[in-house]
């Protein structure tokens, strides 16, 4: 819709305050498929900042400590607790990086963690069954 106000004011150094008046008031109907104006369409764009969750993989990590043998559950802890911290700072991209590398941590500290377990069955399994 194109508005087009006219409006008059008494002058600034007059004293008094300013008096506004609408002479003028133009509507124009907006016809389907036909510009209404010269002036190219505007877009208004919104970013929206979403909060971008980082996992810090804190529990996998406190489980890995309590049930790995190797230090690896535990320096995975260390890096999940630094990520943490990064993210309460607002520091996502260092916050990722702790995470990453706590992930691929724990990561080794189960699978570590599952072929000990292994070995620690099928070890003696293989010495009793010898000792028949």
Same mark, same amino acid.
Not at 30 to 41: D, F, Q, R
Not at 48 to 56: A, F, N
Not at 61 to 75: D, E, K, V, Y
Not at 117 to 125: D, S, Y
């Given at each position: 819709? @194109?508005?087009?106000?006219?409006?008059?004011?008494?002058?600034? @150094?007059?004293?008094?305050p300013? @008096?506004y008046?609408?002479?003028?008031?133009?509507?124009? %109907?907006? %016809?389907p498929?036909?510009?209404?104006?010269?002036?190219?369409?505007?877009?208004? %764009?919104?970013?929206?900042?979403?909060?971008?969750?980082?996992?810090?993989?804190?529990?996998?990590?406190?489980? @890995?400590?309590f049930?790995?043998?190797?230090?690896?559950?535990?320096?995975?802890?260390?890096y999940?607790?630094?990520?943490r911290d990064?993210?309460?700072?607002?520091d996502?991209?260092?916050?990722?990086?702790?995470?990453?590398t706590?992930?691929?941590?724990?990561?080794?500290?189960?699978?570590?963690?599952?072929?000990?377990t292994?070995?620690?069955?099928?070890?003696? %399994?293989l010495?009793?069954?010898?000792?028949?």
């Amino acid at each position: 819709m @194109n508005h087009a106000v006219q409006t008059f004011f008494s002058p600034v @150094n007059s004293g008094q305050p300013l @008096n506004y008046e609408m002479l003028k008031e133009e509507h124009e %109907v907006a %016809v389907p498929g036909v510009p209404h104006s010269p002036a190219p369409p505007t877009s208004t %764009v919104i970013h929206i900042c979403s909060e971008t969750s980082v996992p810090d993989h804190v529990v996998w990590s406190l489980f @890995n400590t309590f049930m790995n043998p190797c230090c690896l559950g535990f320096i995975a802890f260390t890096y999940s607790v630094k990520s943490r911290d990064r993210k309460m700072v607002g520091d996502l991209t260092g916050a990722q990086a702790y995470a990453s590398t706590a992930k691929c941590l724990n990561i080794w500290a189960l699978i570590l963690g599952i072929l000990m377990t292994i070995l620690l069955i099928v070890i003696p %399994v293989l010495i009793i069954q010898a000792h028949r």
